[in-house]
C-alpha cells in the first residue's frame, strides 16, 4: 500500500493507495506533516511505501522520523520518468509538472497531451504523441491575481473568486471578478485552442485546486481530476516499481 505525498507552494496534499485504487485523501498545513502522516499511518497500518513530491520548502529531513517503517521514495530530476525529456533547461523543470506528465502518458498513450494545472500558479505541460516532453507555459493562478491586484494598487479590495460569472462589471468589484476570471478563461481557452490547430488526436487534463470552478465555466472539452497529480504520483511509483 502507498502513501503518495504532495508538498505544494501553500498546503501538503496526501492519498493512500491500494494498487489503482484510491482509499483515501488529506490537505493539511506543512508545519504539521509529522503529525498527519504519523495519523495517516494509525488509519492505514498495510502502508509501506511513501511517494514523495515537493516543490515547497519540506527536505528529506522533514520524513526522517519514517524511515525505520517505510520504504520512502523522493522524486528528484535524476528519477526515471515515462517520457523523454526536451526541455531546454531540463534542472529547471518543476517536479511537480514532471510528475503530471508522467500521469499523461501513463494513462492516455499514443496521444498528443496538454496537461493544465490551476492551482497558485497555472502550469500548461505538452507532451506529443510520441512520449516527448517539450515545455508549456507558467502563468498567475486566479487567487494570485487577486491578490496582486490589491498588493499593488492604492484602493482596489482583496476578494475571493465568486460562484457568479461576470462579464462587464457594474462595480468596482464585479470588474475585479470579470477580469481576473474571464481573463483566466481566455488565456486558457486561447492557449488549447492554440495547440488544436497545431496538433490532432489531442487530450487535455485539468487539475489543481481551482479544476472543478474552470470545468465549469470552461468550452473546451477536458477532463477535469483534481486530484490527478496524486494519482500521477501513484502511476509513477508503479512505473519505477516494474520498470526498475
Not at 173 to 187: K, L, R, T, Y
Not at 204 to 215: Q, V
Amino acid at each position: 500500500m502507498l502513501l503518495a505525498i504532495d508538498v505544494g507552494n501553500t498546503r501538503v496534499k496526501g492519498a493512500v493507495f491500494k494498487q489503482d485504487i484510491l482509499l483515501g485523501s488529506f490537505i493539511f498545513e506543512s508545519d504539521s506533516i509529522q503529525k498527519e502522516i504519523s495519523k495517516i499511518l494509525i488509519q492505514y497500518p498495510e502502508i509501506t511505501d511513501l511517494m514523495v513530491s515537493s516543490v515547497g520548502k519540506l527536505s528529506e529531513n522533514d520524513f526522517s522520523d519514517f524511515q525505520n517503517r517505510l520504504k520512502i521514495h523522493f522524486i528528484t530530476h535524476q528519477s526515471s520518468f515515462p517520457f523523454i525529456n526536451e526541455y531546454k533547461t531540463p534542472a529547471t523543470l518543476g517536479i511537480d509538472r514532471m510528475i503530471l506528465a508522467s500521469g499523461a502518458v501513463l494513462r492516455y498513450p499514443k496521444q498528443n497531451r496538454l496537461i493544465i494545472d490551476a492551482g497558485t500558479a497555472i502550469t500548461y505541460d505538452f507532451i506529443d504523441e510520441k512520449d516527448k516532453y517539450w515545455g508549456g507555459a507558467i502563468s498567475a493562478g486566479i487567487n494570485l491575481r487577486y491578490k496582486a491586484l490589491n498588493d499593488y494598487t492604492a484602493k482596489l479590495p482583496l476578494l475571493e473568486k465568486p460562484e457568479e460569472d461576470y462579464f462587464i462589471g457594474e462595480t468596482t468589484a464585479e470588474s475585479i471578478h470579470s477580469g481576473v476570471i474571464n481573463g483566466v478563461i481566455f488565456e486558457i481557452e486561447g492557449y488549447i485552442n492554440s495547440l488544436k490547430g497545431k496538433f490532432d488526436n489531442f487530450i487535455i487534463i485539468l487539475t489543481g485546486g481551482d479544476a472543478d470552478f474552470l470545468a465549469k465555466r470552461l468550452k473546451s472539452t477536458i477532463f477535469a481530476n483534481r486530484n490527478f497529480l496524486l494519482e500521477s504520483l501513484n502511476d509513477l511509483y508503479q512505473y519505477q516499481h516494474y520498470n526498475d
